[in-house]
T-cell receptor
Framework: GQQLNQSPQSMFIQEGEDVSMNCTSS?????WLWYKQDPGEGPVLLIA?????ELTSNGRLTAQFGITRKDSFLNISASIPSDVGIYFC????????????FGTGTRLKVLA | GAVVSQHPSWVICKSGTSVKIECRSL??????MFWYRQFPKQSLMLMAT?????????EQGVEKDKFLINHASLTLSTLTVTSAHPEDSSFYIC????????????FGAGTRLSVL
Protein backbone atom coordinates (compact mmCIF):
# COMPACT_ATOMS: atom_id res chain seq x y z
CA GLY A 1 0.00 0.00 0.00
CA GLN A 2 0.90 3.64 -0.33
CA GLN A 3 3.01 5.15 2.46
CA LEU A 4 4.42 8.49 3.36
CA ASN A 5 8.15 8.93 3.86
CA GLN A 6 9.21 9.96 7.33
CA SER A 7 12.61 11.22 8.27
CA PRO A 8 14.62 10.35 10.20
CA GLN A 9 13.82 6.67 10.47
CA SER A 10 15.18 6.60 13.99
CA MET A 11 17.08 8.86 16.32
CA PHE A 12 18.83 8.83 19.66
CA ILE A 13 18.82 12.07 21.56
CA GLN A 14 19.80 13.31 24.97
CA GLU A 15 17.15 14.22 27.48
CA GLY A 16 16.40 17.92 27.24
CA GLU A 17 17.20 18.21 23.55
CA ASP A 18 14.75 19.33 20.91
CA VAL A 19 13.61 16.89 18.24
CA SER A 20 12.48 17.48 14.69
CA MET A 21 11.00 15.02 12.26
CA ASN A 22 9.19 15.37 8.98
CA CYS A 23 6.83 13.59 6.67
CA THR A 24 6.80 14.00 2.89
CA SER A 25 4.60 12.84 0.09
CA SER A 26 4.22 13.15 -3.64
CA UNK A 27 0.49 13.65 -3.13
CA UNK A 28 -1.48 16.53 -1.69
CA UNK A 29 -3.36 16.01 1.56
CA UNK A 30 -6.09 18.07 3.20
CA UNK A 31 -5.51 16.85 6.72
CA TRP A 32 -2.42 15.71 8.58
CA LEU A 33 -2.48 13.80 11.84
CA TRP A 34 0.46 12.97 14.07
CA TYR A 35 0.35 9.92 16.33
CA LYS A 36 2.64 8.36 18.92
CA GLN A 37 2.72 4.61 19.42
CA ASP A 38 4.19 2.84 22.41
CA PRO A 39 5.26 -0.82 22.11
CA GLY A 40 2.29 -3.17 22.03
CA GLU A 41 -0.22 -0.33 22.02
CA GLY A 42 -2.36 1.45 19.49
CA PRO A 43 -1.38 4.89 18.18
CA VAL A 44 -2.44 7.89 20.26
CA LEU A 45 -3.37 11.11 18.53
CA LEU A 46 -1.04 14.03 19.23
CA ILE A 47 -1.93 16.83 16.84
CA ALA A 48 -4.31 17.41 13.94
CA UNK A 49 -3.67 19.91 11.12
CA UNK A 50 -6.26 21.14 8.65
CA UNK A 51 -4.87 24.09 6.71
CA UNK A 52 -1.76 24.63 4.64
CA UNK A 53 0.72 26.62 6.68
CA GLU A 54 -1.08 25.89 9.95
CA LEU A 55 1.10 25.68 13.05
CA THR A 56 -0.41 23.90 16.04
CA SER A 57 0.99 23.12 19.48
CA ASN A 58 0.13 20.56 22.11
CA GLY A 59 2.30 21.12 25.15
CA ARG A 60 5.92 20.54 24.13
CA LEU A 61 4.84 19.36 20.70
CA THR A 62 4.45 21.62 17.70
CA ALA A 63 3.41 20.50 14.24
CA GLN A 64 3.12 22.33 10.96
CA PHE A 65 1.13 21.67 7.81
CA GLY A 66 3.45 22.41 4.89
CA ILE A 67 2.36 25.14 2.51
CA THR A 68 2.66 22.79 -0.46
CA ARG A 69 0.27 20.41 1.33
CA LYS A 70 2.72 17.62 0.58
CA ASP A 71 4.58 17.64 3.86
CA SER A 72 4.30 18.12 7.59
CA PHE A 73 6.72 18.58 10.45
CA LEU A 74 6.68 17.66 14.12
CA ASN A 75 8.91 19.21 16.73
CA ILE A 76 9.32 18.12 20.33
CA SER A 77 10.97 20.55 22.68
CA ALA A 78 12.97 19.63 25.79
CA SER A 79 12.57 15.89 25.33
CA ILE A 80 11.99 13.64 28.32
CA PRO A 81 12.35 9.85 28.67
CA SER A 82 8.62 9.22 28.20
CA ASP A 83 8.86 10.70 24.69
CA VAL A 84 10.35 7.37 23.65
CA GLY A 85 8.21 5.66 21.04
CA ILE A 86 7.35 5.63 17.38
CA TYR A 87 5.86 8.71 15.81
CA PHE A 88 3.65 8.36 12.76
CA CYS A 89 2.26 10.98 10.45
CA UNK A 90 -0.93 10.30 8.54
CA UNK A 91 -2.33 12.19 5.58
CA UNK A 92 -5.95 12.12 4.51
CA UNK A 93 -6.41 11.37 0.84
CA UNK A 94 -8.38 14.00 -1.04
CA UNK A 95 -10.35 11.71 -3.29
CA UNK A 96 -11.97 8.34 -3.39
CA UNK A 97 -12.57 6.75 -0.03
CA UNK A 98 -11.01 9.48 2.14
CA UNK A 99 -8.65 7.22 4.01
CA UNK A 100 -5.52 8.01 5.94
CA UNK A 101 -2.16 7.00 4.56
CA PHE A 102 0.43 6.41 7.28
CA GLY A 103 4.06 7.36 7.30
CA THR A 104 6.91 4.92 7.73
CA GLY A 105 7.45 6.11 11.29
CA THR A 106 10.23 7.75 13.27
CA ARG A 107 11.55 5.76 16.20
CA LEU A 108 12.69 8.05 19.00
CA LYS A 109 14.96 6.98 21.81
CA VAL A 110 15.83 9.37 24.59
CA LEU A 111 18.99 8.94 26.59
CA ALA A 112 18.66 10.11 30.17
CA GLY B 1 -11.59 12.36 24.28
CA ALA B 2 -13.05 9.65 22.10
CA VAL B 3 -12.34 6.13 23.31
CA VAL B 4 -12.02 3.04 21.16
CA SER B 5 -11.97 -0.33 22.87
CA GLN B 6 -10.51 -3.39 21.20
CA HIS B 7 -10.89 -6.94 22.46
CA PRO B 8 -9.11 -9.23 23.00
CA SER B 9 -5.73 -7.61 23.45
CA TRP B 10 -3.93 -10.89 22.91
CA VAL B 11 -5.01 -14.21 21.47
CA ILE B 12 -3.27 -17.49 20.71
CA CYS B 13 -5.00 -19.98 18.50
CA LYS B 14 -4.32 -23.20 16.67
CA SER B 15 -3.80 -23.23 12.94
CA GLY B 16 -7.08 -23.71 11.10
CA THR B 17 -9.28 -22.07 13.69
CA SER B 18 -11.06 -18.73 13.38
CA VAL B 19 -10.56 -15.74 15.61
CA LYS B 20 -12.87 -12.78 16.11
CA ILE B 21 -11.64 -9.35 17.18
CA GLU B 22 -14.05 -6.67 18.37
CA CYS B 23 -13.71 -2.93 18.03
CA ARG B 24 -16.06 -0.63 19.91
CA SER B 25 -16.38 3.13 20.00
CA LEU B 26 -17.35 3.73 23.63
CA UNK B 27 -18.45 7.34 23.71
CA UNK B 28 -19.25 8.22 20.14
CA UNK B 29 -20.91 6.78 17.07
CA UNK B 30 -18.69 5.72 14.22
CA UNK B 31 -20.21 5.16 10.80
CA UNK B 32 -16.75 4.26 9.57
CA MET B 33 -14.16 2.07 11.24
CA PHE B 34 -10.85 0.86 9.91
CA TRP B 35 -8.78 -2.27 10.36
CA TYR B 36 -5.00 -2.16 10.15
CA ARG B 37 -2.29 -4.74 10.33
CA GLN B 38 1.17 -3.98 11.68
CA PHE B 39 4.26 -6.14 11.43
CA PRO B 40 7.15 -5.65 13.87
CA LYS B 41 8.96 -2.38 13.39
CA GLN B 42 6.77 -1.42 10.47
CA SER B 43 4.02 1.07 9.83
CA LEU B 44 0.28 0.51 9.87
CA MET B 45 -1.11 -1.01 6.72
CA LEU B 46 -4.79 -0.46 6.06
CA MET B 47 -6.62 -3.72 5.46
CA ALA B 48 -10.19 -2.56 5.05
CA THR B 49 -12.70 0.17 5.71
CA UNK B 50 -15.73 -0.95 7.66
CA UNK B 51 -18.97 0.87 6.91
CA UNK B 52 -21.96 0.57 9.19
CA UNK B 53 -24.78 -1.29 7.50
CA UNK B 54 -22.90 -2.05 4.31
CA UNK B 55 -20.10 -4.20 2.98
CA UNK B 56 -16.55 -3.43 3.93
CA UNK B 57 -14.13 -2.03 1.39
CA UNK B 58 -10.94 -4.06 1.23
CA GLU B 59 -7.53 -2.81 0.19
CA GLN B 60 -5.78 -4.40 -2.72
CA GLY B 61 -4.22 -7.71 -1.80
CA VAL B 62 -6.38 -8.32 1.27
CA GLU B 63 -8.53 -11.44 1.00
CA LYS B 64 -12.09 -10.59 1.96
CA ASP B 65 -12.98 -14.23 2.54
CA LYS B 66 -10.02 -14.56 4.86
CA PHE B 67 -10.65 -11.42 6.87
CA LEU B 68 -14.38 -11.11 7.44
CA ILE B 69 -15.58 -7.72 8.61
CA ASN B 70 -18.96 -6.94 10.09
CA HIS B 71 -20.11 -3.48 11.15
CA ALA B 72 -23.59 -4.13 12.42
CA SER B 73 -24.01 -1.08 14.62
CA LEU B 74 -22.66 2.45 14.94
CA THR B 75 -20.41 1.41 17.79
CA LEU B 76 -19.16 -2.06 16.87
CA SER B 77 -17.10 -3.57 14.11
CA THR B 78 -15.67 -7.07 14.14
CA LEU B 79 -12.82 -8.66 12.25
CA THR B 80 -12.80 -12.43 11.94
CA VAL B 81 -9.63 -14.11 10.78
CA THR B 82 -10.89 -17.33 9.25
CA SER B 83 -8.88 -20.54 9.11
CA ALA B 84 -5.91 -18.80 10.63
CA HIS B 85 -2.38 -19.84 9.72
CA PRO B 86 0.96 -18.88 11.26
CA GLU B 87 1.52 -16.23 8.58
CA ASP B 88 -1.59 -14.45 9.88
CA SER B 89 0.19 -13.83 13.17
CA SER B 90 0.43 -10.08 13.54
CA PHE B 91 -0.71 -7.02 15.46
CA TYR B 92 -4.19 -5.96 14.34
CA ILE B 93 -5.42 -2.47 15.20
CA CYS B 94 -8.80 -0.91 14.64
CA UNK B 95 -9.73 2.73 14.50
CA UNK B 96 -12.97 4.65 14.45
CA UNK B 97 -13.55 7.92 12.69
CA UNK B 98 -15.34 10.66 14.55
CA UNK B 99 -18.18 11.90 12.38
CA UNK B 100 -18.05 15.52 11.25
CA UNK B 101 -15.70 17.79 9.43
CA UNK B 102 -12.61 16.96 11.48
CA UNK B 103 -12.09 13.40 10.18
CA UNK B 104 -10.20 12.43 13.28
CA UNK B 105 -9.42 8.75 13.76
CA UNK B 106 -9.01 7.21 17.19
CA PHE B 107 -7.33 3.87 17.63
CA GLY B 108 -7.91 0.86 19.78
CA ALA B 109 -5.07 -0.66 21.78
CA GLY B 110 -4.55 -3.43 19.26
CA THR B 111 -4.80 -7.21 19.29
CA ARG B 112 -1.76 -9.42 19.06
CA LEU B 113 -2.63 -12.63 17.26
CA SER B 114 -0.34 -15.63 17.48
CA VAL B 115 -1.27 -18.65 15.38
CA LEU B 116 0.47 -21.87 16.34
Amino acid sequence: GQQLNQSPQSMFIQEGEDVSMNCTSSSIFNTWLWYKQDPGEGPVLLIALYKAGELTSNGRLTAQFGITRKDSFLNISASIPSDVGIYFCAGLTTSGTYKYIFGTGTRLKVLA
Amino acid sequence: GAVVSQHPSWVICKSGTSVKIECRSLDFQATTMFWYRQFPKQSLMLMATSNEGSKATYEQGVEKDKFLINHASLTLSTLTVTSAHPEDSSFYICSARLAGAKNIQYFGAGTRLSVL
